[in-house]
């Protein structure tokens, strides 16, 4: 049963805690996990909900040509976590819809621990359709979202209830996925405290984080779909000017309008967040990582000589400007080794040339969408031809999941394997299959430099780089979302082109291209080669300055400071 003492409840659609549980499908998922194992580190008293996914996100399978298919993801629940006995329902169109809970337990640093509860409908009382509501992240059609954002928001907020959390004094929406607890949360104070204040006294236990300025990120679903789905116990009547236009229920706009506290996930962010949600104050806190968790076993052990405690004190890798070059080289090659080994032994669309743990390697592993541009590299290909030929070694690693309707992301994964190919005799280009939480500490930990090109300013903060940056690899970053942050140029890596708010620009993109070319040509490449101490330099800064603050245990004391208390 509960703890009594929780006082958070920190509700996300996807949760990332083990590679073998498919329970995330991205950035989201991931940060939503190393938010709450930090709490577990820090003890402060914080619960998870989620769905549990029983099929997964999916399981990435590239073809030949190059094509993404998706293959269901088979995993024995039982081995990850633990049943509740304890069941809640909803009604969905006029069906009770039974919820069973599974629990995860997540253990900090300190032997403190937070609980996090997967929220489940495939019980034999349900229909075959509620049965599946669990299923696919993010799968099926508005219709099926609903119904999901129903078990999880108004769901999750009952699940909790019955478990003995009944002191909650914030609940933490990361994302608007969620936002169904709040029409479920005024129904219970209404019950208790009849009409007077409810709204207000909602709106203090809510605390809202908006992740993302792409429309697309943005559920909103037809006010005759909510009210068949939600039925009358749930009036949207009189919310048309807060969060209901042209007829939708917008769920960004609902958790805008019930939230105490809103933020943006990186400065500029919430600048551009400001701006797009007028009339609302959106605060910042830029996102951060699990440090003990991103950082490799070669460097986790150079920490444990030189800066003792620093899994429960992150600030304390400051200290890292104290460690002699040579012993971070050294880790980052036995990390290195582990990729490249990895590499070369897995199946992968590209060459059959192996890769070697001398040539200066670049990783590049993001969702494949066109506003991540993971094509940029290749804008002029005569150019990096001749950089590959000027410094003779090169070689890339890619990898990334396109949504599975995300047909222009399927054709950029096509496009640089076919590049891969075509490029086979100048530079070593693969990408790696199924890009998961194991495959990400490889990518990260291994590589000496890592790529990020976004189309600014849709980056809302981005987060791989930091996991980068606590294994002292330096990132070649478009300058948005938290490298506008991070970047010291030359110290704890390099910005490509400068800040602009301009989208969709031709100018824009050359002048990004040529500035990643001129940055590898010029300053990167010659670096590493010719001087490579003072490479080492800069990644020891990477280290120092960013793994030190762009990390969850800043982050949650952050959140505890602005919107917790």
């Given at each position: 049963?509960?703890?009594?003492?929780?006082?958070?409840?920190?509700?996300?659609?996807?949760?990332?805690?083990?590679?073998?549980?498919?329970?995330?499908?991205?950035?989201?998922?991931?940060?939503?996990?190393?938010?709450?194992?930090?709490?577990?580190?820090?003890?402060?008293?914080?619960?998870?909900?989620?769905?549990?996914?029983?099929?997964?996100?999916?399981?990435?399978?590239?073809?030949?040509?190059?094509?993404?298919?998706?293959?269901?993801?088979?995993?024995?629940?039982?081995?990850?976590?633990?049943?509740?006995?304890?069941?809640?329902?909803?009604?969905?169109?006029?069906?009770?819809?039974?919820?069973?809970?599974?629990?995860?337990?997540?253990?900090?640093?300190?032997?403190?621990?937070?609980?996090?509860?997967?929220?489940?409908?495939?019980?034999?009382?349900?229909?075959?359709?509620?049965?599946?509501?669990?299923?696919?992240?993010?799968?099926?059609?508005?219709?099926?979202?609903?119904?999901?954002?129903?078990?999880?928001?108004?769901?999750?907020?009952?699940?909790?209830?019955?478990?003995?959390?009944?002191?909650?004094?914030?609940?933490?929406?990361?994302?608007?996925?969620?936002?169904?607890?709040?029409?479920?949360?005024?129904?219970?104070?209404?019950?208790?405290?009849?009409?007077?204040?409810?709204?207000?006294?909602?709106?203090?236990?809510?605390?809202?984080?908006?992740?993302?300025?792409?429309?697309?990120?943005?559920?909103?679903?037809?006010?005759?779909?909510?009210?068949?789905?939600?039925?009358?116990?749930?009036?949207?009547?009189?919310?048309?000017?807060?969060?209901?236009?042209?007829?939708?229920?917008?769920?960004?706009?609902?958790?805008?309008?019930?939230?105490?506290?809103?933020?943006?996930?990186?400065?500029k962010h919430s600048q551009l967040s400001r701006q797009?949600?007028?009339?609302?104050?959106?605060?910042?806190?830029?996102?951060?990582?699990?440090?003990?968790?991103?950082?490799?076993?070669?460097?986790?052990?150079?920490?444990?000589?030189?800066?003792?405690?620093?899994?429960?004190?992150?600030?304390?890798?400051?200290?890292?400007?104290?460690?002699?070059?040579?012993?971070?080289?050294?880790?980052?090659?036995?990390?290195?080794?582990?990729?490249?080994?990895y590499v070369n032994n897995s199946s992968h669309t590209?060459?059959?040339?192996?890769?070697?743990?001398?040539?200066?390697?670049?990783?590049?592993?993001?969702?494949?969408?066109?506003?991540?541009?993971?094509?940029?590299?290749?804008?002029?290909?005569?150019?990096?031809?001749?950089?590959?030929?000027?410094?003779?070694?090169?070689?890339?690693?890619?990898?990334?999941?396109?949504?599975?309707?995300?047909?222009?992301?399927?054709?950029?994964?096509?496009?640089?394997?076919?590049?891969?190919?075509?490029?086979?005799?100048?530079?070593?280009?693969?990408?790696?299959?199924?890009?998961?939480?194991?495959?990400?500490?490889?990518?990260?930990?291994?590589?000496?430099?890592?790529?990020?090109?976004?189309?600014?300013?849709?980056?809302?903060?981005?987060?791989?780089?930091?996991?980068?940056?606590?294994?002292?690899?330096?990132?070649?970053?478009?300058?948005?979302?938290?490298?506008?942050?991070?970047?010291?140029?030359?110290?704890?890596?390099?910005?490509?082109?400068?800040?602009?708010?301009?989208?969709?620009?031709?100018?824009?993109?050359?002048?990004?291209?040529?500035?990643?070319?001129?940055?590898?040509?010029?300053?990167?490449?010659?670096?590493?080669?010719?001087?490579?101490?003072?490479?080492?330099?800069?990644?020891?800064?990477?280290?120092?300055?960013?793994?030190?603050?762009?990390?969850?245990?800043?982050?949650?004391?952050?959140?505890?400071?602005?919107?917790?208390?």
């Amino acid at each position: 049963m509960a703890n009594n003492n929780i006082r958070i409840a920190y509700f996300s659609m996807e949760i990332s805690l083990q590679s073998g549980m498919p329970t995330y499908a991205g950035g989201l998922g991931i940060l939503a996990g190393d938010t709450l194992r930090s709490a577990a580190d820090m003890n402060i008293p914080m619960v998870g909900v989620s769905l549990l996914p029983r099929r997964g996100y999916f399981r990435q399978q590239l073809g030949h040509d190059g094509w993404q298919q998706e293959a269901h993801v088979d995993w024995i629940i039982e081995d990850y976590l633990e049943e509740i006995e304890s069941r809640t329902s909803v009604n969905i169109e006029g069906r009770t819809v039974i919820i069973r809970a599974w629990k995860y337990c997540l253990s900090g640093g300190g032997g403190d621990k937070v609980f996090v509860y997967f929220l489940d409908t495939n019980l034999p009382e349900n229909s075959a359709f509620d049965r599946s509501l669990a299923d696919f992240l993010y799968g099926g059609d508005s219709h099926y979202r609903l119904c999901q954002e129903v078990v999880l928001g108004i769901g999750g907020v009952r699940m909790l209830k019955v478990l003995g959390y009944n002191q909650l004094q914030r609940f933490h929406l990361n994302e608007g996925h969620a936002s169904l607890l709040i029409l479920e949360l005024l129904e219970q104070k209404r019950k208790l405290d009849g009409d007077a204040q409810v709204e207000q006294m909602v709106r203090d236990l809510c605390v809202f984080t908006t992740h993302t300025p792409v429309p697309a990120g943005h559920d909103q679903f037809p006010l005759s779909m909510i009210a068949s789905v939600l039925g009358p116990e749930y009036s949207m009547a009189g919310c048309e000017d807060h969060f209901c236009f042209n007829n939708k229920l917008n769920m960004t706009y609902l958790a805008l309008a019930n939230s105490r506290y809103i933020n943006g996930v990186a400065k500029k962010h919430s600048q551009l967040s400001r701006q797009m949600y007028a009339g609302y104050r959106v605060d910042s806190i830029t996102n951060g990582v699990h440090a003990a968790t991103w950082t490799s076993q070669p460097m986790q052990r150079l920490f444990d000589e030189y800066m003792p405690g620093w899994q429960m004190d992150n600030l304390s890798l400051r200290g890292a400007l104290n460690i002699p070059t040579s012993s971070i080289q050294q880790a980052h090659q036995s990390a290195k080794k582990a990729l490249i080994e990895y590499v070369n032994n897995s199946s992968h669309t590209g060459p059959d040339k192996k890769m070697d743990e001398e040539t200066f390697t670049i990783g590049f592993a993001r969702r494949s969408t066109v506003y991540k541009r993971p094509d940029l590299l290749f804008t002029d290909i005569d150019r990096l031809k001749k950089i590959c030929a000027k410094f003779v070694r090169l070689q890339i690693i890619f990898s990334g999941k396109a949504h599975p309707q995300d047909r222009e992301g399927k054709l950029l994964i096509q496009k640089i394997i076919g590049l891969g190919h075509k490029l086979n005799r100048h530079i070593n280009i693969v990408y790696l299959n199924n890009y998961d939480i194991a495959l990400a500490k490889l990518l990260t930990s291994g590589c000496d430099l890592w790529l990020n090109t976004p189309q600014p300013p849709l980056e809302a903060s981005g987060t791989s780089g930091m996991k980068a940056a606590l294994n002292g690899v330096p990132s070649l970053s478009t300058m948005d979302g938290w490298w506008l942050e991070g970047c010291i140029e030359g110290v704890t890596g390099w910005g490509i082109g400068v800040p602009s708010t301009l989208q969709n620009a031709p100018t824009q993109y050359l002048q990004e291209a040529g500035s990643l070319y001129d940055k590898l040509e010029q300053i990167i490449l010659p670096l590493y080669y010719q001087d490579q101490e003072d490479y080492v330099d800069v990644m020891r800064h990477a280290i120092a300055l960013n793994g030190s603050y762009f990390n969850t245990e800043r982050m949650l004391n952050q959140y505890v400071t602005k919107a917790y208390y």
